[in-house]
């Protein structure tokens, strides 16, 4: 599968690992969308290449933030693939 257009969720993603993972899909030609706690770095979050990149904040241990970020991303096609650098795994929870 190529990234090129496709719709991808990452968490985590102004920092660490998971930036690293929004840069190299958009350098793929991905549209990310990318959640976190971190507001200052992720509004400055920038990556070239033809993909794109938002930043919605939101902690995506709680569900009414993650809602309320999945709202404001509602005029946008759905996602093709989630992504979770970060390796956390919560048994029984779910992105809202």
């Known amino acids: 599968m190529t990234a090129l257009n496709k719709r991808i969720i990452v968490t985590g993603g102004p920092r660490g690992i998971a930036a690293a ?26 990556a070239e290449g033809p993909g794109t990149v938002t930043y919605f904040p939101a902690d995506v241990s709680d569900r009414t933030a993650v809602s309320e970020a999945s709202h404001q991303g509602s005029d946008q096609p759905a996602a093709h693939g989630l992504r979770r650098p970060d390796g956390a795994h919560h048994p029984g929870r779910t992105l809202a």
Do not use: C, M, Q, Y
């Not at 549209?31 to 976190?36: D, E, P």
């Open 21 to 46: 993972a929004v840069a190299s899909f958009v350098r793929a030609g991905a549209h990310v969308a990318t959640l976190g706690i971190s507001e200052e770095p992720g509004r400055k979050l920038t």
